[in-house]
């Protein structure tokens, strides 16, 4: 079977076998569950709490000790048991450290399979630079895909979206075994300290103002970065709460609503050259963060009606402020430091965005919403005025019902309901993104260097 090909099919379902259950896990949490809304930034925190050392950690073991294609293999056989297991766990504490667990198995593997993708194009011959790209957009496919499958087989609630996780990530770990053999380097002659083993000598790089200014505004940006894939999709479910909104389009099929701004982040790569070329690295960052602004304010007034269309723009805008933010903050990184620590130095940029600034984003995220933008019914009455609605409406006494929730006779709810303020959430982070893009736009000083430039025309040729 040809090599590329091979390498495909291992692209699309390394995000496939996320995808499954990362947007669509807050309909679980929330619906399915009826969990605490305050635990629930928990459950993202876990991702960023992998990324600090599991990447490190299988980096080693695979250039030392194991071929990282086995490596690869056994880590999403692992993670294949952790989401088989997961809707066994009827407890919200003991869920968080089972999906920790889980993303210690799978964090690691995004990094491995571009490894193994690159030393196997590497002994095959292949120029990396052009093959890869095609083979990582598969990737994107495959996210797409996942989330399209959860939706349309009306998973997007129930636990069956973790077993067909699981599903595919057992596939992926047996296809794995067969992948082309990628041996550890085994650099005997090679002695490192401790540190560099670890990746840590890159921390140097905060005694530079300037470097610790981008590393700083990094995490503060990481922490919005999650927010649309944590709270998107039951952001839209909840829209069925409300009589008018209860049989539209967008509630049934939100998950793929929101698979248009994976669709638009395959898109957008494609513009970086030219918006890197025309404004550089700085204003193509500032550019990534008011799009973030925009994102988060088109969801605040989007509704599935008459403001449909800020919720399409919202994704389509999702490519432009994801993309241009991580590829031209790794390209700073890239022409900002020495090539012995480069390396070093982009895995410090992803731990500030996606371990620390991940971590932060989440827990803060979870208890804001459950502190100050959650309002908490015991009686129908209250409830019935906040959807305009009245007591004999059939769309909220299906709702309930649908909720696990039952009206008693003097009007009271058999148990409390939680209802969230979506739209001053939304604008919380607005303002919140927005300000971290004007601090930044005002005290990062910044101008094109030779490096740079040489840099960019190489992405653009």
Known sequence: MNVKFRLTIMSFMQFFVWAAWLITIANYWFGTKQWDG???????????????????????????????????AVLHLLYAATMFYLPQVDDPHAFFWVILVAMCFYMPTIALSNSISYTTLKNSDLDVVKSFPPIRVWGTVGFIVAMWITNLTGNKASANQFYIAGISALFLGLYSFTLPACKPLNLIGEKKTFVQKLGLESFKLFADYKMALFFVFSMFLGAALQLTNAYGDVFLDEFKLFPVFADSF?????????????????????????????????????????????????????DPSTNLWMIIISCIVYGMAFDFFNISGSLFVETSTAPKIRSSAQGLFMM?????????????????????????????????????????????????????ISVLQNGDLSR???????????????????????????????????AEEKAIDAIIH
């Open 250 to 302: 967008v509630i049934r099929y939100s998950t793929i609503i929101l698979s248009i701004s994976q669709i638009s982040e395959t898109l957008f790569i494609l513009a970086i050259p030219f918006f890197l070329k025309r404004f550089g690295i700085k204003w193509v960052i500032a550019i990534a963060m008011f799009a973030w602004v925009l994102r988060f304010a088109l969801f605040a007034f989007g």
């Open 352 to 404: 500030m965005t996606n371990g620390f600034g991940a971590i932060l984003g989440s827990l803060i995220s979870g208890w804001a919403i459950n502190e100050y933008f959650t309002t908490y019914y015991t009686n129908i009455g209250p409830l019935a005025k906040h959807v305009n609605s009245d007591v004999n409406n059939g769309h909220l006494l299906t709702f309930l019902k649908n909720k696990g």
């Open 38 to 72: 305050a635990n629930f930034g928990i459950i993202f925190s876990t991702m960023g709490i992998a990324s600090l050392f599991m990447p490190t950690i299988t980096g080693i073991i695979a250039d030392k000790y194991v071929n990282a294609e086995k490596l690869y």
């Open 416 to 450: 409390a309901l939680d209802v969230k303020d979506w739209h001053n959430i939304w604008l919380s982070f607005t303002i919140y993104v927005l300000v971290i893009a004007i601090v930044f736009v005002i005290i990062f000083k910044h101008k094109h260097t030779k």
